[in-house]
């Protein structure tokens, strides 16, 4: 995603869900390339587990003034790139939160709350929000994904990035698995181990 909107290093990166597995992991490759985090949580205590894996800032959305924090932050400039996994208010504030010509790819809708960014903030800053959904991008850029999948397997081997996976036998251990992959609230995915 950091490739799909041409993001650069020195550059403030936001996102919403930043302690699902994808979140981890895009703070763990923006750090790579030398980008700043600017990550949306609903927990307190996730902040210090985001902080210890190399984002730089962690807002509370349930405690924290999302647009206000993100204008101080970036000295009022906003953000150029944000991906977003809620929508709704969150969403929302991400959306006005873009500075000048920034882009906001939605990934997800766990929020079920309308979105509604303001129109004058992205008429003036000129600004995109649109879709990004992996299974077309993929089948669209296969030389781009496999190179993809050599870089990420390549930083894992190297042990500078880590996914948080839960192993499950698969012959012994199917039904687990899927109630794992499931369940509410779990930062870790479910691996099936043949």
Same mark, same amino acid.
């Given at each position: 995603?950091?490739?799909?909107?041409?993001? =650069?290093p #020195?550059?403030? +990166?936001? =996102?919403?869900? $930043?302690?699902?597995?994808?979140?981890?992991?895009?703070? =763990?490759?923006?750090?790579?390339? #030398?980008?700043?985090?600017?990550?949306?949580v609903?927990?307190?205590?996730?902040?210090?587990?985001l *902080? $210890?894996? #190399?984002?730089?800032?962690?807002?509370?959305?349930?405690?924290?003034?999302?647009?206000?924090?993100?204008?101080?932050?970036?000295?009022?400039?906003?953000?150029?790139?944000?991906?977003?996994?809620?929508?709704g208010?969150t #969403?929302?504030?991400?959306a006005?939160?873009?500075?000048?010509?920034? +882009?906001?790819?939605?990934?997800?809708?766990?929020?079920?709350?309308?979105?509604?960014p303001?129109?004058?903030?992205?008429?003036?800053? %000129?600004?995109?929000?649109?879709?990004?959904?992996?299974?077309?991008?993929?089948?669209?850029?296969?030389?781009?994904?496999?190179?993809?999948?050599?870089? +990420?397997?390549?930083?894992?081997?190297?042990?500078? +990035? *880590?996914? &948080? $996976?839960?192993?499950? &036998?698969?012959a012994?251990?199917? %039904?687990?698995?899927?109630?794992?992959?499931?369940?509410?609230?779990?930062?870790e995915?479910?691996?099936?181990?043949?």
């Open positions: 995603m950091l490739d799909e909107v041409n993001a =650069q #020195g550059e403030f +990166i936001l =996102q919403s869900a $930043a302690a699902s597995a994808l979140g981890k992991a895009l703070i =763990q490759f923006a750090k790579i390339m #030398g980008m700043k985090t600017i990550n949306i609903r927990r307190e205590e996730q902040k210090e587990e *902080k $210890a894996i #190399g984002a730089d800032f962690v807002i509370n959305s349930e405690t924290e003034d999302i647009k206000k924090v993100i204008a101080e932050i970036t000295e009022q400039k906003g953000v150029r790139c944000a991906f977003d996994a809620v929508t208010t #969403g929302s504030a991400m006005d939160s873009l500075g000048k010509k920034g +882009i906001m790819l939605i990934y997800g809708r766990l929020s079920k709350e309308p979105f509604s303001a129109p004058a903030a992205m008429l003036f800053k %000129q600004s995109t929000v649109r879709g990004f959904w992996l299974q077309p991008w993929k089948e669209e850029n296969p030389q781009k994904t496999k190179e993809f999948l050599g870089k +990420i397997i390549k930083l894992l081997l190297e042990k500078k +990035i *880590k996914f &948080d $996976a839960k192993t499950f &036998d698969a012994t251990q199917f %039904q687990e698995a899927i109630e794992h992959s499931v369940a509410p609230g779990k930062s995915k479910s691996v099936l181990v043949f």
